[in-house]
């Protein structure tokens, strides 16, 4: 596709549930990153994929969330046991390294947890 | 605690004037600024960088400043335009930490017609 897709793009889920969240980067961009958006807050960083593997996860909260992207190309975020302060939205954003200019985000996905 | 910081929430301008988004910094090791543009429901779209090798860059009716003594960048959009009204958002990271940024809280700028 033209641009980043990420969906769903609308999840509500019940405190204690587990959800994965999907990213579809533009084709070829080898950098893929995940951030998190809470309401009345910029993005603030989560993780980032070198091709397959994560070079960066730092940003992760704690160990209920989690992130892969095994075929280089299309990323899940995992999110387990969830809780109310999860609820925010999740973006992602791939870029060609070799670009000067500043990554592509999707439209983010909006989690929240009742 | 706020590496960046974008204190203004919120700015209103007449169609047709200027602009001006202001951002502050606290980690000297940022070389590398950004202003992305953000829409309801969509995602930030990049809009304008500048290294820390300069002090301005120009695209179209954008400019942004730097000024590394006061750790400080500003966004000027002349003329500003209806469409402009959004929330604009400045991001810094240091060069070779993954492009990793870090983002302020972010202005809504209205423009008024």
């Known amino acids: 596709g033209a641009g980043v897709s990420q969906t769903p793009s609308n999840k509500v889920t019940e405190k204690g549930k587990y959800v994965e969240l999907r990213c579809d980067p533009i084709s070829g961009h080898t950098a893929l990153y995940w951030y998190r958006q809470s309401l009345g807050q910029g993005p603030e960083f989560l993780i980032y994929f070198q091709g397959t593997g994560a070079a960066d996860d730092s940003g992760l909260p704690n160990d209920r969330f989690f992130a892969v992207r095994p075929e280089g190309s299309v990323s899940t975020l995992k999110i387990q046991r969830t809780e109310r302060g999860d609820s925010a939205v999740y973006l992602c954003?791939?870029?060609?390294?070799?670009?000067?200019?500043?990554?592509?985000f999707g439209s983010g996905t909006r989690l929240t947890v009742v | 605690d706020q590496q960046v910081k974008q204190n203004s929430p919120s700015l209103s301008v007449q169609e047709g004037r200027i602009s001006i988004l202001n951002c502050d910094y606290t980690?000297?090791?940022?070389?590398?600024f950004l202003w992305y543009k953000k829409y309801p429901a969509e995602g930030p779209t990049f809009l304008i960088s500048i290294s820390s090798i300069k002090d301005k860059n120009e695209d179209g009716r954008f400019t942004v400043f730097l000024n590394k003594s006061a750790k400080h960048l500003s966004l000027h959009i002349v003329p500003s335009q209806p469409g402009d009204s959004a929330v604009y958002f400045c991001?810094?990271?240091?060069?070779?930490?993954?492009?990793?940024?870090?983002f302020g809280k972010g202005i809504t700028l209205s423009v008024r017609p």
């Open positions: 991001a810094a990271t240091t060069t070779g930490a993954n492009s990793k940024l870090t």
């Open positions: 954003a791939s870029s060609n390294t070799r670009d000067s200019g500043g990554y592509t």
């Open positions: 980690n000297s090791m940022f070389d590398y």
